[in-house]
């Protein structure tokens, strides 16, 4: 693992060593140096409501809701000391715990927009955004255009007077293309529009958004956050005002509660997840390497290979990589993507993403032998590239492409 940890990333880094915003401050002391007993791993309050002592305390922690644990589908101890490592992180002034990633990414748009409204979206971002934009805010009357997002002009020229949201994702889901965030952010901002972005790949160790002037980042919690495969969360960063206001519209409206048990084994997933991270990016190089150079593959697309085409503006924005990414065999047989998937060994044929354990997942899962599949997505393949030695995936990998015959 060389170049990316020069520090040519512009948001800075997420660890000034020993400062009290120094990742290792935030993941192991802030708001834990009073645990009850000295407890290394904090309280899990497995509770739904809170009782007070007085006439007078109860009233003023209703009145309060956002700031005080009243029930716990507004507020826990153990989601708000979660939250409050996240925010920190991504050097937020609030973040949200919510049920899933795709109630942050509904929440996050729909906070800000009302019939009439319009939305500018990456066209390939996780595909339940664009399902939130193609098909259910039209139903209250909300617009949209999809851009492909890697040239600037092209999400400015976009721009409505009646657009309230710019929504992005960098890499974008399964294309890995990437925008110029910082640009985009400032345009957005001189016109009054929110910018949201998607930040669930690099995560906040590589990657805080907020820094170039982005509103609210958008994370599935279900990946890297708990790292175990275990849990379902989401989770929405940005000012105290935007998120209070959702915790006040979407999330008390509409219900998505972050349990506390899911919150507790967050927090101990996020204690691991700078070495994690590491470990993601040096393995998932070293296999992105290996497929690049492989006659059986056609093209590799992973955002720190300085084969991608916005590698630069990648290596401007991230200070390293994750796990995923996508590529292409080099077959127009359906029955060669079939076998190269069953004969993986190591690799567990699943969906999602962002646990100690490699996964793969070929775009054309969705179909039967016999049916049309556009020549485009049949040799695409994502794989997730866990924990394991990179060694032993690669060998993986190479007894597995000796199916792939063209
Ligand atoms: C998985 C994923 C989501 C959705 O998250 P859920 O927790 O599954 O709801 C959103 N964005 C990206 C980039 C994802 O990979």
């Not at 509103?215 to 960063?237: E, M, P, Q, R, T």
């Not at 999602?352 to 996964?359: A, I």
Request: charged share 20%.
């Amino acid at each position: 693992m060389e170049q990316q940890w020069d520090g040519a990333a512009r948001n800075g880094p997420a660890s000034s060593s020993s400062e009290e915003n120094s990742v290792s401050y935030i993941l192991h002391h802030l708001n834990e140096d009073d645990n009850p007993f000295g407890a290394v791993s904090p309280p899990l309050y497995q509770t739904s409501i809170f009782s007070f002592k007085s006439f007078a305390e109860f009233r003023d922690a209703l009145t309060d809701e956002v700031n005080h644990s009243v029930y716990t589908r507004g507020n826990n101890p153990t989601v708000m000391l979660t939250e409050q490592k996240l925010a920190a992180f991504d050097g937020a002034g609030r973040a949200k715990l919510v049920s899933s990633g795709v109630a942050a990414i509904s929440h996050a748009v729909m906070a800000f927009v009302k019939s009439g409204d319009h939305v500018v979206c990456v066209r390939d971002c996780y595909d339940w955004g664009a399902v939130l934009l193609a098909k259910y805010l039209p139903r209250f009357g909300v617009k949209h255009t999809f851009v492909d997002g890697v040239d600037t002009a092209e999400v400015i020229d976009a721009i409505r007077p009646e657009t309230k949201v710019i929504y992005l994702e960098s890499p974008t889901t399964l294309t890995f293309k990437i925008q110029d965030v910082e640009a985009i952010a400032g345009e957005a901002k001189k016109r009054g529009i929110k910018t949201v972005i998607d930040n669930t790949w690099a995560t906040p160790i590589f990657f805080n958004p907020l820094k170039l002037g982005v509103d609210i980042a958008v994370y599935s919690g279900s990946k890297y956050f708990g790292g175990a495969s275990d849990i379902v969360a989401g989770v929405i960063a940005g000012s105290v005002e935007d998120i209070n206001l959702i915790q006040k519209q979407e999330f008390l409206q509409l219900g998505t509660v972050p349990d506390p048990f899911m919150a507790w084994l967050m927090l101990r997933g996020l204690r691991t997840l700078p070495i994690r991270m590491k470990a993601h990016y040096e393995n998932a190089l070293a296999v992105a390497r290996y497929l690049e150079n492989h006659p059986r593959i056609e093209s590799v697309a992973y955002p720190l290979l300085p084969s991608h085409p916005q590698y630069e503006r990648a290596r401007s924005l991230f200070r390293g990589g994750s796990g995923l990414f996508s590529f292409r065999l080099a077959t127009k047989r359906f029955a060669d993507v079939i076998r190269f998937t069953d004969a993986l060994k190591l690799f567990k044929r699943a969906v999602s993403w962002g646990g100690y354990e490699s996964l793969v997942l070929p775009n054309a899962i969705k179909y039967y032998e016999g049916d049309d599949i556009p020549p485009e997505r049949l040799p695409l393949v994502r794989v997730h590239i866990g924990l394991e030695e990179s060694a032993d995936l690669i060998a993986d990998l190479e007894s597995a492409l000796r199916e792939v015959t063209g």
